[in-house]
């Protein structure tokens, strides 16, 4: 049963940029326009992607490895080239997400940027945030710069994939008649909800935002801004879709449906009597293993057979549903991105050719 496994189990989280310093990555990467190159014309060793006649570099990459945390003693060249690559790949996809924005006459104001980046530094002292910035090279234009392209990205997404989904009242008595059975509990249940954050970086990751706490001192922080961020209003399904580093249910919003009582009751003790305590419409903290678990109690539940006028249920379907064709639309539309963009990928096609040999190291140090 899902309950008794989303706690302590160690779930694998994208290595991908954060909030705070990943959306700034796209700050450091070259800006040069103009006609895609061949599948044969020669470009420097230091271009490693070509979107749409716009060059990543291989500085933007190194940079951006360094600032996520690459690099730990013990990693190989071939692992850390290997995460390069998937670094690479999001970093194409940006690209061609952020070319998709002028045509759907999409921008973003500075008002926008100058929220999103005091909601990303208002969790840490000025001279806190200052000491992130110089570790990792940055400056505070370029996490505005990161930023506005972040956001510029999350509106074309939603324009062309959470706008265009719609469920209908039919779609939703459709829904129950044909799963009745769902909403018939035999005993007293609780809906629950999560948000997972690990403390150390994995390889993959659902939430909205690309968001990884990659030390426990981050994941600390992380889920003391969450916990704030809820006590401010913020609905928890928008927080576990942007944050949680569950893969399964971040997409869904941290839903996990419902649990019986009984399984509740077997669950282990620190987990068992939060949800106990809780009562509907709050959250708490549950540690273990080193893995931050913010539990929500959506409601409680008694035993019986609901119908469509039981509250909650018209909504509980209808977001589900929703949830369901936006994740399926999100995938479709970037996959046909992708398909229909001019890309070449240098790195890829150079350990090809090279047969798993990784890029030999620069000449002089990237500052």
Known sequence: MIFRKFAARRLPVLFTLSLLLGATV???????????????????????????????????????????????????????????????DDLILEEILLGKAKPLNLQVTDTEVDTAYAETRKNATDAAFEQQLTQRNLTAADVRDGLRRQLLTDKVIDREVTAKVTVTDQQITDFFNANRAQFNLPEDAYHLAQIIVTPTREPQVANRTGDDAGTPEAATAKVAMLMERLKGGTPFADLARDYSEDPVSAPRGGDLGMVPLSAVRQAPPQLRDTVLQLTPGNARVVTQNGVRTIIYVVSREAAGQRDLSTPGVRQQISDALKSRRQQLLRTAYLADVRANAHVVNYLARRVVESQGQPPAPKATASK
């Open 26 to 88: 796209a700050a450091c990467r070259s800006r040069t326009s103009g006609p895609a190159p061949s599948a044969t014309q020669a470009v420097s060793a230091d271009t490693w992607a070509v979107v749409d006649g716009r060059e990543i570099t291989r500085d933007a990459v190194d940079k951006a490895f360094r600032r996520v945390g690459g690099g730990q003693p013990g990693m190989s060249d071939e692992e850390a080239v290997t995460a390069k690559l998937g670094l690479l």
